[in-house]
Each structure stands twice: as structure tokens, then as C-alpha cells.
Nanobody, 130 residues
Framework: QAQLVESGGGLVQSGGSLRLSCAASGPTFQGMFDNYRMGWFRQAPGKEREIVAA????????YYADFVQGRFTISRRNRENMVYLQMHDLKPDDTAVYYC???????????????????WGQGTQVSVSA
């Protein structure tokens, strides 16, 4: 059984910051967390889920969606089975439910493809007021 649990969401004013955390647990990840690429995704009301950022197994490659524009940083701590998304300069358009995802794929072409992520958390709400 694989479990991803997000935390750290909340309500902030425009320009504020939040740090999201994702804890991986269960036999799937225990001792093998570094076998998985990790990503953060978000889904705003009435919109499709989209990728925000992704990080490689050993933390040496990162992908960011264009809308991030240098405001967010994804990182991971493999020994602790944790992945983070530090967000600065938040905007009302960043309001969404943020999800953590895990991918076992080794293909370079789907590093940032949501379809490659097969394990998901329940999400944490981020709300940014104007």
C-alpha cells in the first residue's frame, strides 16, 4: 500500500508564501522512495489538474511549469521520504488544491507528464486572496 499525505496549505494574501510538504509511507515507498520521481500538481475549480513542478530521484533535475516564473522551489529528502514545494509571491491565480504525485517511470520524455504519475495524495487547499 502506498500513501502520500500533503500538508501545509492554507489561506494567504497575495504576495505571501507557503511551504507544502508531502510525506510518503507504506511498503511501496519504504526504503524505495528514491525509486520514484516526485511531482506537485494543482487543480483549480472548474479546471483540469496541471503539473506545477517535478523533481528527479536524486534531486538533481527539476521541472517547473511556465506559470511558476521562479516563484516556487521543489525539493526532496529521500532519507525522510519527504518532498516539498516552497512557494513565494503567491497570486490569486495560484488558488487550487495541490496534490503530490509519484512516478516510477524512467523515461525522460514523461518527466513532466501527469499520466506517468500513478500514486496520488488527497491534496491540500491553497487559497490566495487579492
Amino acid at each position: 500500500q502506498a500513501q502520500l499525505v500533503e500538508s501545509g496549505g492554507g489561506l494567504v494574501q497575495s504576495g505571501g508564501s507557503l511551504r507544502l510538504s508531502c510525506a510518503a509511507s507504506g511498503p511501496t515507498f519504504q526504503g524505495m522512495f528514491d525509486n520514484y520521481r516526485m511531482g506537485w500538481f494543482r487543480q483549480a475549480p472548474g479546471k483540469e489538474r496541471e503539473i506545477v513542478a517535478a523533481v528527479s530521484r536524486n534531486n538533481d533535475q527539476r521541472y517547473y511549469a511556465d506559470f511558476v516564473q521562479g516563484r516556487f522551489t521543489i525539493s526532496r529528502r529521500n532519507r525522510e521520504n519527504m518532498v516539498y514545494l516552497q512557494m513565494h509571491d503567491l497570486k490569486p491565480d495560484d488558488t487550487a488544491v495541490y496534490y503530490c504525485g509519484a512516478s516510477h517511470s524512467y523515461s525522460a520524455s514523461d518527466f513532466n507528464q501527469m499520466a506517468a504519475y500513478t500514486y496520488w495524495g488527497q491534496g491540500t487547499q491553497v487559497s490566495v486572496s487579492a
